[in-house]
């Protein structure tokens, strides 16, 4: 089936450390992004990619990294920069300036 | 720069009755799309409806339909027949000349049997 998987679903990690969250898509989109989801507020971009090899930043990159070395793959890593890390995160991807994001499942990220 | 209000946190409706979640937006751009997004508990995002701007004709997707006011720049959305499944948060969004979303804030519909 096609679709957009993100693991894990639950992610624990210490203060300090970096930690990286998977977004993996069979759907032959071109464009994927990164989104942090926090109690009350919608969706903020941290990053977007629309072709292999190139991503930009969005309204709150710091402390947050990505690649894009594969169309299928678009891994964000939360540095240890990040004050506030503990979010929900969601990934999604779309047709290279199509309308539609098709989203993954989510990653809950807990910093203890 | 574009914003988009949801200025209702939480609404809730009957069983099988009709419900309209309210949605606001600031451009300045004439072409553009709006859309409804819709997370249920299990946290998946999933798309409701989707309204062109340049459209005159009001999306209607089965029991979601939306009035699409472009001089008022508003967007509701209209739930007929609600259904307990339709119990989740739902998200208005604007998506810019760059292609890139814009959220608001969500409102939590609560569907009473």
Redesign the interface.
Known sequence: DGGITQSPKYLFRKEGQNVTLSCEQNLNHDAMYWYRQDPGQGLRLIYYSQIVNDFQKGDIAEGYSVSREKKESFPLTVTSAQKNPTAFYLCASGRQNNNEQFFGPGTRLTVL | AQT?TQSQ?EMSVQEAETVTLSCTYDTSESDY?L?WYKQPP??????VI?Q?AYKQQNATENRFSVNFQKAAKSFSLKISDSQLGDAAMY?C?Y?SSN???I????TKLIIKP
């Open positions: 988009v946190p799309y859309f299990s946290r998946q995002m999933i798309l989707r062109e998200f969004a998506r292609y890139q979303l959220w608001g804030a969500g």
